[in-house]
T-cell receptor, first 114, second 112 residues
Framework: DGGITQSPKYLFRKEGQNVTLSCEQN?????MYWYRQDPGQGLRLIYY???????QKGDIAEGYSVSREKKESFPLTVTSAQKNPTAFYLC?????????????FGQGTRLTVV | GQQVMQIPQYQHVQEGEDFTTYCNSS?????IQWYKQRPGGHPVFLIQ?????EVKKQKRLTFQFGEAKKNSSLHITATQTTDVGTYFC????????????FGTGTKLQVIP
């Protein structure tokens, strides 16, 4: 089945530790995105990538890093510099905006930092 | 920067009542999308509108794109408990790399 997979679904980490969230898609989408969602809030863009080996900061990139070494994969690292990392993280992918722009989301990763 | 606001933020309705959420952008949008996120779930694409004044229907859901392409609405007729969730509009930003800005969302509760 084609889709976008995030892992793990739940993640617990101690304060001060870096943690990497996985995102893989087999939809052959060029664009991939990471969003953060806090309780009762909308989606805020962290990073996005339109092509392998290239990515751009979104609105809240501080304390996060990404890589795009393969078209299928777009992992997100939450670093110790992120002051309030506990949140629901959503990865998405889509074709580029000169084609249909429907975004497909993964199931999300709930990160809790204690 | 571009802002996409939705109103209301929350809405409680009795099952069978109608529901409408409004989406307003500070800039003109080339297209607008609507997503639904069930409690505890992830956003799922509902529809995309492209043309000025466009109206599309999906069963009990009616989507409209404003003439100026800066606002949109989602109307649900005769709500059901399965309609519970948060509805987001989303629009692409312009300039260089294109990215999507999501609205603030409207959380719908349906009382049986």
């Amino acid at each position: 089945d084609g889709g976008i997979t995030q892992s793990p679904k739940y993640l617990f980490r101690k304060e001060g530790q870096n943690v990497t969230l996985s995102c893989e898609q087999n939809l052959n989408h060029d664009a991939m995105y990471w969003y953060r969602q806090d309780p009762g809030q909308g989606l805020r863009l962290i990073y996005y990538s339109q092509i392998v080996n290239d990515f751009q900061k979104g609105d809240i990139a501080e304390g996060y890093s990404v890589s795009r070494e393969k078209k299928e994969s777009f992992p997100l690292t939450v670093t110790s510099a992120q002051k309030n990392p506990t949140a629901f993280y959503l990865c998405a992918s889509s074709h580029l905006l000169d084609r249909t722009t429907e975004a497909f989301f993964g199931q999300g990763t709930r990160l809790t930092v204690v | 920067g571009q802002q996409v606001m939705q109103i209301p933020q929350y809405q409680h309705v009795q099952e069978g009542e109608d529901f409408t959420t409004y989406c307003n952008s500070s800039t003109t949008l080339s297209n607008i999308q609507w997503y639904k996120q069930r409690p505890g779930g992830h956003p799922v694409f509902l529809i995309q509108l492209v043309k000025s004044g466009e109206v599309k229907k999906q069963k009990r859901l009616t989507f409209q794109f404003g003439e100026a392409k800066k606002n949109s609405s989602l109307h649900i007729t005769a709500t059901q408990t399965t309609d519970v969730g948060t509805y987001f509009c989303a629009g692409p930003r312009s300039g260089g790399y294109q990215k999507v800005t999501f609205g603030t969302g409207t959380k719908l509760q349906v009382i049986p």
